[in-house]
């Protein structure tokens, strides 16, 4: 496994997403406030492009009936903004574990390690930076894969 | 940064395995109101201004929408260029026709066709105007993508009269429903239509969906969309019944009928369910020559899109042999949510030559393509 950086850490702002290339290989790196995870970009499911789904959290109730407000009118997420659903078949995954919320035992998404490296540490190597410049005083996101 | 996302990597993945040319049976171009406008007359068209479609659904618009994903589409379908999804003819194959290689496609058009509206005249004006945009809008374009014969097919004779204007013409592939039809597809109101389709040499494709005016369980309408989907197969299942115990195939022993996305594993529990009762009850339907499950396993096709997914693979497979290795045709429902990748969607153990006959030996023999 190699160390591959793939953006600069202003590039994904708090709360999005960013599908990247690393040997071939489509991975999506999120930025949940500020902490990144990546992602194969294919749905284990049937192989949905999950860069395009939609990013959100879970409904849950205790039984039939009860949902959770957090407001009135208003249902209340858990995990607002860590689940990705696909955009074929609309699986939900946990963004933090790569985890299916249907099936959590037998399906997960492959999860790569995620850093953040300073610039000035990048342009000494050994990181391989795929047609990207690096500078010395921007902070970049590195994926292992 | 805009990434080309689907690299075709399966290709190297599988590539132990030939691939054959891959037949979709089911393809829904987007077409609007406004492309249909060439082709219907100016009295439909100022009518349609005017007064719009009655579809027999009741005092509503129609279906409750978005289903599980905006416009029940992939969300990545929607075109970079703009538009709704499937009505990008380059787009389409792009994501989809050279993706994966397809070789050929049937079209089944939805929306707007005027199929179950209850103007019969104007059903009948807007099917005629949706054969002319199938071919004048894609199929000239494209011809890979073969076109369906929409009908207004709650009125038998106008939509013979449709049938025979499509006579010969092998820019179509077969005769369209959709399944929810107002009254059982055995009712004699529908069969002009299955001899008006024997006579021209069309299969009869019935793809879910539609208005009925009727819910789609017997017992009242459905509070979840999870409800609906499910119950496509039931709502399906007596409409099949129905064109089996009506004697339909006694009366017409060539018609073909092919199910489009209706799931398939229902099939062999309804042909024993029929067979037993028949051997029971034999007399009360005495036009019936032989067991109900020899109609279902020779008369009908199924499209294998939505895939039932068991968790044993090999338990789809004991469904496939029930209801015959030559009748079931590959279907990727593209572009909406529920789409299948032609890929991924069979199950791994199939052999080969089944693998080929599903992808596209099958549709090749029924629908009489070289």
Redesign the interface.
Same mark, same amino acid.
Request: hydrophobic letters at 35%; zero cysteines; proline letters at 3%.
């Given at each position: 496994m190699a160390k591959h950086v793939v953006a600069a850490v202003a590039?994904i702002p708090p709360g999005t997403r960013?599908?990247?290339?690393v040997n071939?290989r489509?991975i999506v790196v999120f930025n949940l406030g500020g902490e990144f995870f990546a992602l194969n970009?294919r749905c284990p499911h049937?192989?949905?492009?999950l860069? !395009? &789904?939609?990013q959100t959290g879970l409904v849950e109730s205790d039984g039939p009936g009860n949902y959770r407000y957090s407001r009135p009118g208003e249902i209340e997420y858990t995990k607002l903004g860590e689940i990705i659903r696909c955009?074929? !078949? &609309?699986w939900e995954f946990d963004i933090r574990t790569g985890q299916s919320w249907c099936d959590p035992k037998r399906v997960r998404v492959r999860q790569y390690a995620v850093s953040i490296e300073p610039g000035e540490a990048l342009v000494q190597g050994p990181y391989v930076a795929e047609s990207f410049p690096v500078s010395v005083e921007n902070d970049y996101v590195v994926v292992e894969a | 940064?805009n990434?080309e996302?689907?690299?075709p990597?399966h290709g190297a993945k599988d590539s132990g395995k030939a691939r054959v040319g891959i037949f979709d049976c089911d393809i829904h171009p987007k077409s609007s109101l406004e492309d249909l406008r060439p082709y219907l007359s100016n009295r439909w068209w100022d009518y349609l201004q005017t007064y719009g479609q009655r579809q027999r659904h009741g005092y509503v618009k129609g279906f409750p929408y978005p289903k599980?994903?905006p416009l029940a589409s992939?969300?990545?379908s929607w075109p970079p260029g703009g538009g709704l999804p499937a009505s990008d003819l380059d787009f389409m194959r792009q994501q989809h026709l050279d993706f994966y290689g397809i070789e050929w496609g049937i079209m089944n058009p939805l929306s707007p066709t005027g199929q179950g509206e209850q103007n019969d005249e104007l059903s009948a004006a807007m099917a005629f105007a949706a054969n002319e945009y199938q071919l004048e809008g894609w199929n000239r374009r494209e011809p890979r993508l073969k076109a369906s014969v929409v009908i207004p097919y709650e009125n038998g004779e106008m939509s013979r009269a449709e049938i025979r204007k499509r006579t010969g013409d092998r820019r179509f592939a077969h005769v369209l429903f959709l399944s929810r039809t107002s009254e059982l597809l055995g009712k004699r109101r529908y069969w002009p239509i299955f001899e008006a389709a024997v006579e021209a040499g069309f299969p009869i494709g019935v793809h879910v969906f539609g208005s009925s005016g009727r819910p789609m369980s017997n017992t009242g309408w459905p509070s979840f969309y999870i409800e609906e989907i499910t119950e496509h197969s039931a709502s399906l299942a007596a409409s099949v019944t129905s064109l089996i115990v009506e004697g339909v195939f006694e009366r017409h022993p060539e018609l073909k009928i092919v199910l489009i996305e209706a799931g398939f594993a229902w099939i062999p529990s309804l042909g024993w369910r029929l067979d037993q009762n028949w051997k029971r009850m034999r007399d009360e339907v005495p036009h019936l020559r032989r067991a109900p499950s020899e109609y279902l396993r020779e008369h009908f096709w199924v499209s294998t899109q939505p895939m039932e997914e068991a968790e044993e693979p090999d338990h789809v497979l004991d469904v496939m042999a029930w209801i015959g290795w030559d009748k079931i045709l590959f279907a990727s429902d593209y572009p909406h949510?529920?789409?299948?990748?032609p890929?991924?969607?069979l199950p791994p153990s199939l052999s080969e030559e089944r693998r080929n006959k599903i992808y596209s030996g099958n549709a090749k023999a029924l629908y009489r393509l070289d």
């Open positions: 590039d960013r599908l990247t290339q071939g489509a970009n049937r192989g949905g492009s860069f !395009h &789904g939609k955009p074929w !078949h &609309g | 940064m990434i996302v689907r690299q990597v599980s994903q992939r969300r990545d949510w529920d789409f299948d990748d890929f991924v969607a």
